[in-house]
C-alpha cells in the first residue's frame, strides 16, 4: 500500500570538501522507507562544492532547502576543513533552520554543530581519530568516543563514514517502527544493527601470527544469550585460558567479554520490546538477564529509558 501522509522533508547539508560517500547515505537509506521521507541535497550558497574525490557535486538546492526541512542532515567533511571558527556563509545558512527542526551530523559534522553552538550542553560524538581534536576545541560538551551514534532528541551525532548508515536506519526505526527499520536495511544489504560501537574499530594491537579467534564462541554465545554465560564458559569454548580469552577478545572486538554480553543481551532485549508484547520479566529471562529489574538497569544505562517508554516509542511508530 502506498504511503499517503506527507513524507518528511530531510536536507542534506553538502559542506566544501565533503565525502561523496556520506553525502549519499541519506538519500539511499530514507530513499527506500516507501516514500515517508522526501531527501533533497542542498549547499550554503547553491553552488556546486568539491569533494573529497577528483569531482565536484553540483546540487539543485540552496540554503533555502534548510528552511522547509523537518530534518537537516550534515554530511562529513574532509578533516583538514574542520576549524573551531564556522565560515559565515556557513553560519548564515545553518540560520536558516526552524527552530525544532532535527539536526543530524555524520562523521565530521559534528564540529560543524560544535561551533555553532548546537551541541552544549549535550552529548556527542565523531569519529574515534579525532576525539582528542574535539575534546581540545570543545572541551565543555560531553564526547562518547565509544558508540556509533547519540541521540539526544533534536540533535543526532554519529561517528566515522557508516555510522551515517546506523544513524539514518535509527531514524526510520525512531519514525516508523522496527519492521519497516528491517524492511529498508535488508533492501539495502545492510545490517539492522551493528553489535558494539566504534570500539571495535580504533586500532590496536593485531594477535600474534596464527592465533586463534574469538568469532567462533562470540557466534555461539549468541545462540546462548538465555543461559547465564560466565567468562569460563566463553573461554572453556575456544579452548582458551581465561587470560589468554580475555586478552584475545578485547584485542578483536574492543571490548571486554562480560560488558559484550550486556551490550548484545541489551540488543536482543531491545528487538523483543519492538516486535512482541512479551512482559518484561519474560524478556529478561529470554535474553539472559536474571530480573525485569536488572533488564530495566541495563536498558537505562544503555539508552536512557525504560522498557516501557522504550515499547511505548518504538511500536507507536510502527503502527
Known amino acids: 500500500m502506498a504511503y499517503t501522509e506527507r513524507p518528511e522533508r530531510v536536507a542534506v547539508l553538502a559542506l566544501d570538501g565533503v565525502y561523496p560517500f556520506e553525502l549519499g547515505i541519506p538519500s539511499r537509506i530514507l530513499g527506500a522507507a516507501g516514500g515517508r521521507y522526501e531527501v533533497v541535497t542542498c549547499t550554503v550558497d547553491g553552488r556546486p562544492v568539491r569533494t573529497t574525490a577528483d569531482f565536484s557535486i553540483t546540487v539543485d538546492h540552496g540554503p533555502e532547502a534548510l528552511a522547509d526541512a523537518d530534518t537537516v542532515v550534515i554530511a562529513s567533511v574532509a578533516s583538514d576543513r574542520v576549524t573551531a571558527d564556522l565560515p559565515e556563509e556557513v553560519r548564515a545558512a545553518l540560520a536558516r533552520i526552524r527552530p525544532g527542526t532535527r539536526i543530524v551530523s555524520i562523521c565530521t559534522a559534528a564540529f560543524v554543530l560544535a561551533a555553532a553552538g548546537l551541541l552544549d550542553g549535550r552529548r556527542a560524538t565523531t569519529h574515534w581519530r ?4 574535539f575534546r581540545q576545541l570543545y572541551p565543555h560538551i560531553d564526547l562518547d568516543p565509544d558508540v556509533l551514534f547519540v541521540d539526544e532528541g ?24 522496527s519492521e519497516l527499520a528491517n524492511f529498508v536495511a535488508r533492501a539495502c544489504v545492510v545490517p539492522p544493527f551493528r553489535d558494539g560501537g566504534q570500539a571495535q574499530y580504533i586500532e590496536r594491537p593485531v594477535p600474534e601470527q596464527g592465533a586463534a579467534s574469538t568469532a567462533q564462541t562470540r557466534a555461539w554465545a549468541l545462540e546462548r544469550l538465555h543461559e547465564p554465560l560466565t567468562l569460563a564458559d566463553l573461554a572453556g569454548h575456544a579452548r582458551m585460558s581465561l587470560r589468554t580469552f580475555a586478552r584475545r577478545f578485547n584485542e578483536e572486538v574492543g571490548l571486554s567479554p562480560g560488558r ?3 551490550q548484545q543481551r541489551v540488543a536482543r532485549a531491545r528487538h523483543l520490546l519492538e516486535a512482541s508484547d512479551l512482559p518484561v520479566d519474560h524478556i529478561a529471562g529470554q535474553v539472559g538477564f536474571a530480573t525485569g529489574a536488572s533488564l530495566r538497569q541495563h536498558l537505562h544505562a544503555a539508552i536512557g529509558v525504560s522498557p516501557q517508554a522504550y515499547r ?8
Not at 579525532?130 to 581534536?133: G, K
Open 130 to 133: 579525532l576525539v582528542d581534536r
Open 154 to 177: 533534536r540533535i543526532i551525532t554519529s561517528a566515522g563514514a557508516a555510522a551515517g548508515v546506523d544513524v539514518c536506519l535509527h531514524l526510520v526505526r525512531k519514525d516508523h517502527g
Open 260 to 262: 559484550w554480553l550486556i
Open 312 to 319: 511505548r516509542t518504538f511500536q507507536a511508530a510502527g503502527r
